[in-house]
């Protein structure tokens, strides 16, 4: 994000989602998806240079995407436990140093603003609650096959009263497509996910599973129509059903 002339372009996310992919991919399944499991200094420091971009993105949706992907790899990976305990302490410290250092920073401002209980839950979300409130009566409205495709803004205008494009890809696709298209939707994320599951249970790798689940918590706070969270469907894709390259075959003991 830049500022000219008083004015602030481009969005924290764009930063923060590669970085939160990055940062999981080194804890995942060993580091082997960076390339680093066999370093682990090089992987200590990449870790933390990564991890203090994400903390200065101010990213609040890449924050939620790397906390649920380091419950699930917490859950699963278990020899990848204490691993990220120690990313974590290295990244809380040297956050906390840069806040000590900058107390008057960015970081700070939407720290204040996420969690400070003075604050409103609209400013909170930057005006996404609205559009979540608003979001059963657009359902009541046009509940099969929504407004149409390309009406996502006019429509947050007309009920949510905000000048911005639908703030989730449930909230864009039910709005425009109706329940139709959010079945569609729910279809393609289900199937990923079973599909990542499998690619667990014969591999034994997570990150399939990370990152379909990344996808899915980055559609929370934006439409994720774009490539950056295109990277998190693709690492979802990786995920295959190897069942049937085994062939099960029955040894017969030899007797001597």
Same mark, same amino acid.
């Not at 990055?22 to 399944?29: E, G, I, N, Q």
């Not at 720290?111 to 996404?128: A, D, H, L, V």
């Not at 429509?155 to 079945?183: C, D, P, R």
């Given at each position: ?20 992919? $990055?940062?999981? #991919? ?6 082997? /998806?960076? *390339?680093?499991?066999?370093?682990? /200094?090089?992987? =200590? ?17 890449? /924050?939620?995407?790397?906390?649920? %992907? ?24 040297? #956050? ?5 250092? !900058? ?12 969690? $400070? ?11 996404? #609650?609205?559009?979540?409130?608003? *979001? ?10 929504? *407004?149409?495709?390309?009406? %996502? ?6 009920? #949510? ?6 703030? $989730? =890809? ?5 709005? !425009?497509? %109706? *329940? ?10 289900? $199937? ?25 918590? =980055? ?19 990786? %995920? ?17």
């Amino acid at each position: 994000m830049a500022e000219l002339a008083g004015f602030r372009i481009g969005n924290p996310i764009s930063f923060g989602v590669p970085a939160a992919l $990055s940062l999981l #991919a080194s804890l995942t399944d060993g580091g082997r /998806w960076m *390339f680093v499991h066999s370093r682990p /200094w090089l992987r =200590i420091l990449m870790d933390a240079v990564i991890g203090l971009f994400l903390v200065l993105s101010t990213s609040r949706g890449s /924050w939620l995407v790397l906390i649920a %992907g380091i419950a699930i790899v917490f859950t699963l990976n278990r020899s990848q436990r204490k691993w990220i305990l120690v990313t974590l302490a290295l990244l809380i410290s040297v #956050a906390a140093g840069y806040v000590y250092a !900058e107390p008057n920073s960015l970081v700070m401002s939407y720290i204040r603003q996420t969690f $400070s209980p003075e604050e409103s839950w609209s400013k909170r979300t930057t005006g996404r #609650a609205e559009q979540w409130a608003a *979001f059963p009566q657009v359902l009541r409205d046009a509940p099969i096959w929504g *407004f149409g495709p390309g009406n %996502g803004r006019r429509i947050s205008v007309i009920y #949510a009263h905000k000048n911005l494009i639908w703030h $989730s =890809i449930y909230l864009q696709v039910g709005a !425009e497509t %109706g *329940f139709i298209g959010m079945g569609l939707l729910a279809i393609l994320l289900a $199937s990923l996910v079973r599909r990542a599951w499998r690619h667990y249970h014969i591999l034994g790798e997570v990150m399939p599973l990370v990152a379909i689940t990344g996808f899915m918590m =980055i559609g929370v706070s934006v439409p994720a129509l774009d490539g950056l969270s295109g990277m998190y469907l693709g690492l979802a894709l990786a %995920g295959c059903d190897c069942s049937s390259i085994y062939v099960m075959r029955r040894v017969v003991p030899v007797t001597s």
